[in-house]
Structures are given as structure tokens and as C-alpha cells.
T-cell receptor
């Protein structure tokens, strides 16, 4: 019973490098989300998707791109990493979307940009 | 943006003591959720409250949604070391705002329960 799986778990990048974070869910959820968590700031929504082939901007989308080519996968890309993107990134999915629906989270990816 | 403020930021207590965590906002939420997050893991939903004044109990945890749906509290009775974690509240925007349905997270309260 995997739920939401994120890869990689840890990554160190140099400024200007690019990378892609992968999120996979096996619950057939329509909605998927990418958040970042920074000390003292809680979870902030980066981008989200309401179904295969769709993406939308969240609260802090600058510097990130996403794709949802398959229903079960949601990719987060950093084209040119900056130290300000050092954070812990969480992917989540839900069946019915926003509001009172349950969001299931992955274990996170800890990213350091030097 | 609807801001959610949690207090206190950090709470350290002995096993068996009681504790209360608060989640406050000046905005109205259509619903409010409480999550617990353990080190190296993602948040896990504990409860969702929807109706103003609603009280929900989950074993030793009691959750209350304010009458005006702007605030919430989490009370733990006879805390145990297994209750240690980061407690996050998250509010879903009201229909009267452009944040309808979107989750806004508080910064969290770190709770440490020592034996």
C-alpha cells in the first residue's frame, strides 16, 4: 500500500543546475499538489493539478514548472536552481480536490541548493 | 491570502500533562483540518471540522471549531510520548473569498512529550 511516493528523498544542487522531482500516487486520485515547507512558514502551495494534462499555479510558483502527463504522476521541475529554493518539498494527492477532502502526503524531498 | 496563526510555536511537556494548541485567523474558513507531522515524514490528517462550534474527539485529542469558523483548538489530555510531533492546522477558503476551497496552512506547533 504505497500511497504517495516521492523521489529522490535528498538532493544537493549547485546554483544554476536543474532537476526534476517525481511524485507518484497509486490511489487513482484526480488532484495532485506540490508544496514547499520552510521553517516558521508552514506549507505553501507551489503548483497543483486537477486532472491528467492540467496544471495550475499556487501561492509560490516562480522558478518552478510542473507536468502531469499521466494521472498517477506529477513532476516538479527546477530549471535553474537558486539558494532560495532550498527547502523540503512535499507532494500530495486527493480524490475530490480542495476543501474538506483528505490530502495524502508523500514523505518529502529535502533539497539543498549551494 | 488568509493567514492562519498557530500558538504556541513550541511546547514541551511531561507525560501525563494536558496541552492545548491554538489556530487563529481573521478570516472565515469553510472547513479546517488538523494534521500531525513526524520527523522525515509528510503530514497525516487527524480530523476535519466543518460546522461552527463543532467538537470532535479522537481518543485523547479534542478538536474544536470556533462558532464564527475563524479559529480552532486542539486539546490533548494526558499526553504521551507518542503524541510528539508537529501539529499543523489548515483552513479551506470561504465561498465569499477568492480562496474558495484552497488550503492555507499554519506554521505549526512543535509538541515534545517527554517520559
Amino acid at each position: 500500500n504505497a500511497g504517495v511516493t516521492q523521489t529522490p528523498k535528498f538532493r544537493v544542487l549547485k546554483t544554476g543546475q536543474s532537476m526534476t522531482l517525481l511524485c507518484a500516487q497509486d490511489m487513482n486520485h484526480e488532484y495532485m499538489y506540490w508544496y514547499r515547507q520552510d521553517p516558521g512558514m508552514g506549507l505553501r502551495l507551489i503548483h497543483y493539478s486537477v486532472g491528467e494534462g492540467t496544471t495550475a499555479k499556487g501561492e509560490v510558483p516562480d522558478g518552478y514548472n510542473v507536468s502531469r502527463l499521466k494521472k498517477q504522476n506529477f513532476l516538479l521541475g527546477l530549471e535553474s536552481a537558486a539558494p532560495s529554493q532550498t527547502s523540503v518539498y512535499f507532494c500530495a494527492s486527493s480524490y475530490e480536490g480542495w476543501g474538506s477532502d483528505i490530502q495524502y502526503f508523500g514523505a518529502g524531498t529535502r533539497l539543498s541548493v549551494l | 491570502t488568509q493567514l492562519l496563526e498557530q500558538s504556541p510555536q513550541f511546547l514541551s511537556i511531561q507525560e501525563g500533562e494536558n496541552l492545548t494548541v491554538y489556530c487563529n485567523s481573521s478570516s472565515v474558513f469553510s472547513s479546517l483540518q488538523w494534521y500531525r507531522q513526524e520527523p522525515g515524514e509528510g503530514p497525516v490528517l487527524l480530523v476535519t471540522v466543518v460546522t461552527g462550534g463543532e467538537v470532535k474527539k479522537l481518543k485523547r485529542l479534542t478538536f474544536q471549531f470556533g462558532d464564527a469558523r475563524k479559529d480552532s483548538s486542539l486539546h490533548i489530555t494526558a499526553a504521551q510520548p507518542g503524541d510528539t510531533g508537529l501539529y499543523l492546522c489548515a483552513g479551506a477558503g470561504s465561498m465569499t473569498t477568492d480562496s474558495w476551497g484552497k488550503l492555507q496552512f499554519g506554521a505549526g506547533t512543535q509538541v515534545v512529550v517527554t517520559p
